[in-house]
């Protein structure tokens, strides 16, 4: 299972996140948390602290911090809303939502981050027992993609709200989606 993580003023913002840390209405949110999560499971994080708090105000097991959970590299627009970049840069947004390739921030493409959260989903079939992983928006819709062996555009299909619940299993080397963008019972963003 893949949790994204709690929200943010930065994910309020609809802005693209550096590394920062959890408000207090994430982590009042978090706290609902655990009691969705299933038992006897590992828990995995991504290193950013937004994941990192998520787990500890849910109560989970200390996480085991896996870098291929981390969001993508949005190089110079980390820490930018979006709305600033679609006067100043929007051409370069453009090119990087319709043209799986590149890379006008300097960080990675989404070619590049897709193929990087495949390896990890692809590693995680190997392992004996289930898994929590706290992790982000776009680790999740890149997972999915992954799963179901859709087209990389289908990766801005898909919507993944904080806190929200992403269900996948291996069989014989196939992954299904159980269910997707589920939220806990009590949780608000």
Wanted: aromatic share 6%; hydrophobic share 50%.
């Amino acid at each position: 299972m893949v949790v994204r993580h709690a929200p943010t003023a930065t994910t309020r913002a609809f802005a693209f996140p550096a590394d920062e840390s959890l408000d207090e209405r994430g982590r009042s949110a978090a706290a609902t948390l655990a009691p969705a999560l299933p038992s006897g499971h590992d828990v995995l994080s991504s290193p950013a602290r937004r994941c990192l708090e998520t787990a500890e105000c849910a109560g989970l097991a200390a996480p085991a911090v896996d870098r291929a959970l981390a969001e993508c590299d949005f190089g110079t627009w980390a820490g930018r809303a979006l709305d600033e970049l679609m006067v100043t840069e929007a051409d370069a947004v453009h090119a990087w939502m319709t043209e799986p390739g590149a890379a006008p921030h300097g960080g990675e493409s989404l070619t590049v981050f897709a193929a990087r959260v495949a390896r990890w989903l692809d590693a995680q079939a190997e392992r004996d027992g289930s898994a929590v992983a706290i992790t982000h928006g776009g680790v999740i819709k890149a997972a999915v993609v992954h799963a179901l062996g859709a087209p990389i555009e289908a990766f801005w299909r898909i919507d993944v709200a904080p806190l929200s619940q992403t269900e996948l299993h291996a069989h014989d080397g196939r992954w299904t989606l159980t269910r997707a963008n589920a939220m806990p019972a009590v949780a608000s963003a």
